[in-house]
């Protein structure tokens, strides 16, 4: 009887405990009812709110100006409209965001593929179509094999029927079909008149992703002046481009943008394309967007100042022009293979382009070929003399003053070489005056190792085949054979001629009549001429600017572009002197070569002429023989201000027209008059002011 009465009773203390045990257990519960019940659906809509992605939003790019400051590369705005869909977003969706947005706009449907079509065709039968790929043979396929599988065997019949409406459907979806989750994607940014902006921007709560914005295309106020040198931007259909896509997708590039695809465009790149804004969309798990905010703010790109003033490049330009016409129509047969003229004007300390142009013809129709400056290279003529002279002097086969009585050599086995008729005895500037060949053949035998003077007639030369890489060596201290370092994606360096155990082959060299050259090598070389022997780097950039909220002024000086020395030519300031005056005696001298252009002119011109054969083949036959016409030249001879360059390839022989001469002294014309008037102006504003 104790043991059982021991048993029944329980110490109060732990009845206790166990209630409170109780209670704290059923509020638990209950809160968790809450938690599940009440709010169970808001707090995993919190648990979801996870993930987070930043977008990148395309800027306009920065403006080109000329150094006047007018703009030659501007942005038009357009109305735009444009889809960034979110994620997850399925085939079905955008057919139904595109049936609903062609009720608001129009587009064209000219473009849309069959594959358009049949993708259209399967969304609005896909149960139908399904059943065109049996359950066997789909268990061999992946999806992708599937659903390209299906769409071959939808036949031309279905979707040859198609209306107008439909049609709009299927070219609206193809491009929403373009668009990666979360970046925006233009669906139609031409045409866009005002009403369907303002129709899709009354309408966006019902079309998701879609907005109503503005957008910007490249803008030419010039036309097409200097068009193959400014360069173009890739569509955004096109995007970055494709073999530098690594490049891009590294730099914070989406794949639909556009990018500068050639010319200053392409080469200024990462100033032009500005700061993107970015945005930071907050998703749930399956993709719905819940928020969103702006992390970065966009800003345009910034803004090229370039070297050339529109005014005078314009005047270059009809000057190229106008005489490639006027050469043509004096002498249409002969000149049947002329169809380019180029010319480069530089200032020679600084290394600015002051202007370039490329006039090309196509029958009768006159382009812009501003690009053939950098890319073509022709064979140059005597124009190169002044560095023959000076490889002459400085490797010290020749001395200066040093005379040799010009006249035909003859080397056994090769053509006789001379110069254009018999001149007597020259020395280094007389030679360069007259434009003597046979002094510039003597001076190739010397570097050759060939010392006889008078060589003997039919005699056969001694000839060390390191001379071509000494004279090749002392030509590209000018830039003649190596790149310029102009700020350009390309430039061509020229033909380098076979070297050959031939000293009539160096002999052509030393005139100009083997290795190629481009119009701004050329241009280059006779600028460090002009410049005492300093290689200056040629440059279009003349200042970056920042982006300005006015279009009535420009930013602040973001960097200013300084005149950059590649090298001083390695030889004695006296022996440059001796070419120097060469150049001026050629131009202002009676007898020189360029004397009857060059010595009426009261700006004190100085430079030379040349003059290249250049054969035309036709499959492999000689059809034709034509010649080079080059020259160069800077002024004033004692205190250059501008160098040039002017090359006219395929010029009929013997036509008497030196169109070479009437670019060279037209464009310096043009140059000087413009700053006599200039400078008028400024006294006339200073009369004002006193």
Known sequence: ?????????????????????????????????????????EFQKEIDRTVKDTTKVPVPRGKMYDSSHQVIVDNKPLYSITYTPPKGTQAEDRLELAEKLAKYISMESDKVTERNKKEYW???????????????????????????????????????????QELEVIAIKAELDKAYSLTPQIIKNEDVTAEEYATVSEHLAELPGINATTDWNREYPYDDTMRSLLGSITSQEQGILADKEQY???????????????????????????????????????????????VVEGQRGKDL???????????????????????????PYDNRYLKDALAVVINPKTGEILAVSGQTRDGNQYKDATIKTLYDAHRPGSVVKGATVLAGLDSGVISPGQ??????????????????????????????????????????????????????????AAFDPAAWQEMRNYFQQFGLGVGTGIDFPFESVGY????????????????????????????????????????????????IREPSRSDKQLGSVYRSEK????????????????????????????????????????????GKSGTAQNAIYKDGKQIAET????????????????????????????????????????????????????????????????
């Open 627 to 690: 010649e080079n016409l080059s020259l160069v030249g800077y002024a004033p001879y004692d205190d250059p201000e501008i160098a040039f360059a002017v090359m006219v390839p395929n010029v009929g022989l013997g036509n008497g027209y030196r169109v070479n001469y009437e670019i060279g002294f037209k464009i310096m014309d043009a140059y000087f008059e413009a700053k006599k008037d200039s400078d008028k102006d400024d006294t006339d504003t200073a009369s004002e002011d006193g």
């Open 403 to 460: 005379t040799f009585v010009d006249g035909p050599i003859k080397i056994k086995g090769t053509p006789q070489k001379g110069s254009y008729q018999s001149l007597g005895a020259v020395n280094d500037i007389t030679a360069l005056k007259l434009s003597s060949n046979v002094y510039m053949f003597y001076i190739a035998l010397k570097m050759g190792g060939e010392n006889r003077y008078p060589f003997p007639q039919n005699g056969k």
């Open 563 to 606: 005149p950059k020395v590649l090298n001083r030519i390695q030889m004695d300031q006296a022996y440059i002197d001796r070419v120097q005056e060469g150049f001026r005696q050629a131009f202002q001298e009676r007898n020189g070569t360029v004397f009857s252009h060059g010595a009426s002119r009261d700006y004190k011109p100085a």
């Open 122 to 164: 399967y969304l609005k039968n896909k149960k139908k179509a399904d059943k065109r790929l049996k359950k066997k043979e789909a268990a061999k396929l992946d999806n992708a094999e599937q659903y390209n599988t299906i769409l071959d065997r939808i036949s031309e019949d279905e979707i040859s029927g198609f209306s107008e």
């Open 496 to 543: 380098e001629g076979p070297t050959k155990s031939a000293a009539g082959l160096l002999m052509d060299q030393a005139i100009g009549q083997y290795d190629t050259y481009t119009t701004m090598q050329l241009a280059q070389y006779v600028s460090t001429i002009a410049n005492d022997g300093y290689r200056v780097r040629p440059h279009f950039l003349k200042e």
């Open 305 to 331: 100042v370039l070297t050339m003033d529109m005014d005078f490049q314009e005047k270059v330009d009809k000057i190229v022009r106008d005489e490639l016409k006027t050469a043509v129509q004096k002498y």
């Open 1 to 41: 009887m104790k043991k059982k009465k021991k048993k029944a009773q329980l110490p109060f203390r732990i009845n206790l405990l166990f209630f409170i045990v109780f209670l704290m257990f059923a509020g638990l519960i209950l809160q968790l009812g809450v938690v599940q019940i009440l709010n169970g659906e």
């Open 248 to 294: 891009y997708l590294t730099r914070g590039y989406s794949r639909n943008d556009r990018v500068g695809k050639s010319g200053l465009e392409e080469y200024y790149e990462d100033v032009l394309r500005g700061r993107k804004e970015q945005i930071q969309y907050t998703t749930t798990k399956s993709g719905d967007v819940v928020d969103s905010k702006t």
